[in-house]
């Protein structure tokens, strides 16, 4: 039992503090999301003995809450991109992703996601997670059918195109409907008791313990009000989730995102995995930065609209992905921004559509538009008549939007309302976590390792690492990926003690 007075994430425990171990196990893992049920599999197949604690009453976290799309692809590609002939080169996709997070792209973490990411598809078929032989050549936010492939990022986008053979890499777990992210939970759950993990739900890590040499060796976890001091001779991987539901380290670290009006995530979202590897001396690294989204399609149709600020100047192309655009309108110097439509393009957005922004004004001339809006005048008309002849010829020098969304927006119009903080849904969650390596080894501040301390999922600073590079798909993929990776370290770092 734990002599400590008050145990918290920030603090770690010391070892010599501790009078009497009640749990003694390899591998411990904290979180029972993707990334956790994932490490629990690979470090018990491995061959060593796991504990995993979960705050909730049961397995889940924000990867059940999900969409469920894993992005995956390189290496020839996976089976289904083959099915319906995409031969997805390793080169394109490493290439591509470094391009999405440069600079702060982590070249040895994109390198070793990529190499395994056709055969984690495999992997999570053998865990019985079911994805359907379909693509589907839609501009979604994620399926409503249970359709699997998808283009789900910027690949058909500039610049990224000019760049990159575009492949779909959105692999959507089997689901008629959204929320696919349930179903890939249950089967992990399933696979984490086939391999013989001791489970603890309502199990709340408090606090890491560490020994004379600042080796992490245990844990500190609450259970039913009492505190239960956990050995691992392993080690501890923490999977703990990230940190968009804590306040104070969004403001502290991610004032930006502060903007966006919707947290998306489970409340266990609250920092502790980051706090306890601070707490033991790990880097916590790109914390500024965040998934913000605007997801403005469907309507599919809104894309041949323009976004426009306050000045009537456009700022991005509109067939950009919507985590992209949401990051772009966090960056504009501008009191409001507006998405700008004609009848058309505004299509069904009335009876079907995500973002709920309000209309801002109409007007059977842009002129009428501009005064409704407060522009100043003859800007919004001078961008609409340039991009509209343009569009005429299919093309966009401005921003290089790709031919199938280009035509000309003709009178009456319609502003859309999508200012930061203004109504329009603008969901975010956190990309910073700790600095690991490709093995979830988590680092310190100096590169070197702290001995016995794993890090995988949105605890960690993984594959993605911007806002205007993120692709749906690649926070599960790389929760899973790297939970996978962190379990089998910790498990081959036992046997090799
Ligand atoms: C609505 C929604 C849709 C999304 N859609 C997609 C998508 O389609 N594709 C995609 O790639 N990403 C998507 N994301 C993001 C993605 O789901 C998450 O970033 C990812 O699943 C995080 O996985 P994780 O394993 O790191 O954390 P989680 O799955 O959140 O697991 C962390 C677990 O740790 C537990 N925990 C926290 N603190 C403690 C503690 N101190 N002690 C014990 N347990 C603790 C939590 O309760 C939780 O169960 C979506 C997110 C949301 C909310």
Redesign the pocket.
Known sequence: MASTKKTV?TKATKASDISQWDIETDVIV???????SCAAIEAADSGAKVHL????SA?????????????LGGNGGTKIQNMFGFEDSSEDMFNYLMMQHSPQADEDKIRSYVDIAASHFDWLVEKGVPFKESFIDERLV?PITDDCLLYSGNEKAWPEKDHFKPAPRGH?VQKVGMG??QVLMEQLEKAVIAAGVNIHFD????SLVVDDNDAVVGLI?RIDGKEVACKARGGVIL????FVMNEKMLKQYAPRLDRCNSP???????G??IQMGLSVGGAAINMHEGFSSIPFYPPSTLTYGIFVTDKGQRFINEDAYHGRVGTHLLEQNSERLYLIADIEAYGDYEQMNFMNASVAGTGDTVAELEAELELPQGCLSNTLSLYNDFAAKGEDPMFHKQPEWLRPLEPPYVALDVTPGRGAYM?Y?TLGGLDTKPTGEVRGLDGSIIEGLYA????ACGVPRRGDGYN??????D?TIT?RKAGIAAASRLKNS
């Open positions: 994430p904290v979180g029972f999301g993707g990334a956790g604690f979960e705050a909730a397995a889940g976290g924000s990867t059940a809450l999900s969409g469920g799309e894993v992005y994620e959507a696919g992210g199990a709340r890590a408090l976890v999977c703990a989730g990230g998306i995530g489970n409340p266990g979202d609250t502790s995995g969901p969650f995988a999922g949105r605890t749906s798909g690649i926070s599960i993929g929760a939970g």
